[in-house]
């Protein structure tokens, strides 16, 4: 009988002893920080992993950040082959993070909520670490920059951090007149969609690989701003001045940018500036006054 007893005893203090050990080396709640199509600017999806170093249990959330959710209203914008090579914490509580070169190919926007999908990601965390955490680095393969980013810089800060999808229809300039070709671009609230025409057409790449840049290479654009539905564009220099002895098309190039902005709904005519002032042109008619876009010149399909 005492054998019994003894055996039912020790049997109840082992499984007190396992539940313990369970409890010190079950599971743990990471809740991984995406990009949201909606209002809240970011969202969350909550996964289970074992419990482990704080090291380990940073470098987990981040590798979840870093994959595909399974909401279908967040989103992932990390490149493709994004890898996470390093991450430390320090004594401080600072973390760290070492990220490969393919990091470096999103647009200052969307690393900037990249950058904080990570933040808040740890931060989520914070509760289940040996220490509080004080900060983020965010470091990139081939680059110098160094930030500490907390999720308190993030407070005023949603509303021009906002993404959203443009479609643009871009014409560019050939022999038989101006050629519509379709881009997308994602953009935040506060970029202005005119600006990121103009990049399209200055760099001048179309749809199918061909360059075909509507300014020579040395003509800078000094700003981009629409007043009254009129979009205003000052140019370091007049562009057609460049090549007055061997350009050709020129009327088409001067469409092809009147045309392209004109597609914003909220442009109906283009005023081409120099340096802040408006001017006269030898090669362009009535370069002084606002263009509308010539619709007769669009090539249709």
Known sequence: MLSKRMFALLSALLCLFLT????DSG??????????EGDALFGFESHEVLAASDERLCTLALQLAMSEPQSEQLSCLFPPRTMLHALDISGHGVVTVLLSEEYSALSPMERTITDYCMVLTLYELEDQLSQSLNGVVITVEGEEGRTVRTPDDLIGSTDWLRLREHEFTIYFP????????????????????AEAIMEILMAGVQENGITNPVVNPDVKLLGVEVHNRVCYLDFSEDFADLERSA??????KLYAI???LCELPYVDRVQFLIHGEVVESPLYE??????SPDEDLILKE
Do not use: K, Q
Not at 27 to 35: K, L, M, Q, S, T
Not at 174 to 193: K, Q, S, V, W, Y
């Open 20 to 23: 313990g050990c369970d409890r």
């Open 247 to 252: 350009e050709e098309n020129l009327e088409a």
């Open 174 to 193: 050939i022999a038989a007149g101006l050629l519509p070709n379709t881009f997308r671009r994602t953009l935040a609230d506060r970029e202005e969609p």
């Open 27 to 36: 599971r743990r709640e990471i809740r991984a920080a995406y990009y949201a």
């Open 286 to 291: 009535d370069f002084d006054t606002p263009y």
């Open 258 to 260: 009147v045309n392209s």
